[in-house]
């Protein structure tokens, strides 16, 4: 089998004129793999999909009369190539997965039906009708997988609706899975498509951490209404729906609170399909608006959802990956705003602390800020990144080692001389400043009981989320106050943050 996958391969890609680094970059493989599997030193893997994302690539990447002649001689003699894009990549798909050499056909099958095979079973039918069966989260993936590769392929604009209840441990428990998630999400944003998703807020913080950071790549583009349903749900039936408006949709369901996906119906019957969207609408009408999302483009409109804080007088506690805004002394602020390309960070950072801090030029309620001490050789080396000056629409900005210092002097200063300001320390594993990596200490959360919730990448590219839904809000202020209940004394911090300053200064000398 490996030897015929090899063989079928180097086919495609002599026929297309392909090259493996090209061929790998269009379905996040190396190449060095793909090159193993045309030459049947390896087969195609287990763990992860490679035959429908080639197919979609080969697909498309036929476009002369000799290439469509050759691959329909080899792949479905006796027919001609199919105009149909997602008929094409159905044949190409069977066809790697077949047993059987180039040149041998599909016995009864023509280019008019492509079987999609599964998992496990498929159920008959045409291609308007016929609908396939996925089993357990490998199923739910494989599935996921060619619906989206079928929608990006249509070069269209296609507009999802997209609502689950399940685990999401399907999607976050498989890194090569959601890479290629994520390549076919914007493929289908970028062919003009949108994205309307009613989010289930009643998850667990693990599960809201993960939804951030795979999300807000996408986000980003601003083609995303997001929604929530009010209203309680038994949380006993736990329904999956995907539907691409008037193309095909994903059902699927998972029964009792630890209970496993078992099935999904992956369904292209037009009538069915039009069903199950009205169904979905039925559903947002009772939904309401999640959150609000700002980025570059919109960053000037989030002044009424800033003003909040301060307002409603109560607490506001913080976890950043650097000391926040409000303990940033001026002198700092003017510094930064003398690095290239940054001239006007002093007034934006002057009008938004003020926002979201201030009343009549004094802090108003409580502020607990939580962040960890970054490695002082990324301090000293000018790693340590300035959080949000990407969506003030300015260059990376960059702390030098004197300006962290000053104002993290300035934040301990603050500490001790005033009862309204707090400081918990996180270990140093728990959020490096310098990495960028995507975790969840890699986001910033504000977070005030009245006010509601604002999350938003540490790093650049900045998307900046707002919500005021209670049991998110209520989720995070928990989890936030979690490190405040472990955090050592006062004087204890105070000590530490000594401690890491005099070492800091020498280092800088």
């Known amino acids: 089998m490996k030897r015929i996958i090899g063989d079928k391969l180097n086919f495609l890609m002599q026929v297309t004129g392909t090259r493996n680094n090209i061929l790998g970059k269009a379905i996040a493989f190396d190449p060095s793999y793909i090159s193993r599997i045309r030459t049947g030193s390896r087969g195609v893997p287990k763990h992860r999909d490679f035959i429908y994302p080639a197919a979609a690539f080969f697909a498309q990447a036929v476009q002369t009369k000799e290439q469509k002649e050759k691959l329909a001689e080899a792949i479905c003699p006796g027919s001609g190539w199919p105009k149909d894009v997602n008929i094409a990549i159905s044949l190409i798909a069977n066809w790697l997965k077949q047993d059987i050499s180039i040149g041998s056909s599909f016995g009864s099958r023509t280019v008019g039906t492509p079987q999609f095979k599964t998992v496990e079973s498929v159920a008959s039918g045409s291609p308007d009708t016929q609908t396939g069966f996925y089993y357990g989260n490998p199923g739910k993936r494989k599935c996921v997988i060619q619906f989206l590769t079928e929608l990006s392929a249509l070069n269209e604009p296609v507009k999802l609706l997209l609502h689950s209840e399940e685990d999401m441990l399907w999607m976050y428990e498989d890194p090569d899975f959601f890479r290629n998630w994520s390549v076919l999400m914007k493929a289908i944003l970028q062919n003009g498509g949108r994205i309307v998703i009613v989010h289930t807020v009643r998850r667990t913080l693990r ?303």
Request: with cysteine; aromatic share 12%; net charge neutral.
């Open 207 to 509: 599960e809201l951490l993960e939804a951030v950071a795979k999300w807000s790549p996408l986000y980003a583009t601003g083609l995303i209404e997001s929604y929530y349903c009010p209203r309680l749900r038994d949380n006993i039936f736990k329904r999956t729906l995907f539907i691409g408006s008037g193309k095909a949709a994903i059902v699927g369901q998972t029964t009792g609170g630890t209970g496993k996906n078992r099935l999904n119906m992956f369904v292209h019957d037009p009538r069915a399909v039009n069903a199950l969207e009205k169904e979905f609408f039925d559903f947002l009408s009772l939904c309401r608006p999640l959150m609000k999302i700002y980025n570059a483009s919109n960053f000037a409109q989030i002044a009424p959802v800033l003003s909040r804080y301060p307002i409603s007088e109560n607490r506001t506690v913080q976890l950043h990956a650097t000391p926040s805004w409000l303990s940033m002394p001026e002198n700092v602020v003017r510094s930064l705003s003398r690095h290239a390309g940054c001239e006007l960070f002093y007034d934006y950072m002057d009008r938004y602390r003020s926002l979201l801090f201030m009343q009549e030029g004094k802090q108003s309620g409580p502020v607990t800020d939580i962040f960890s001490l970054p490695d002082i050789a990324a301090v000293k080396d000018g790693k340590v990144q300035v959080p949000l000056a990407d969506i003030f629409g300015l260059p990376s900005l960059f702390y030098t080692g004197e300006e962290f210092r000053q104002h993290l002097a300035a934040a301990l200063h603050r500490f001790k001389t005033s009862d309204d300001y707090d400081i918990v320390l996180l270990p140093p594993e728990s959020a490096d400043p310098s990495s960028g990596n995507t975790s969840s200490q890699s986001f910033s959360v504000v977070v005030n009981e009245a006010a509601g919730v604002i999350l938003y990448r540490s790093f650049a590219p900045s998307t900046l989320f707002y919500t005021r839904e209670q049991d998110m809000t209520l989720s995070f202020w928990e989890y936030l106050e979690r490190f405040e209940k472990n955090a050592g004394p006062r004087k204890v911090t105070m000590e530490k943050l000594e401690h890491y300053l005099d070492k800091l200064e020498k280092a800088l000398r």
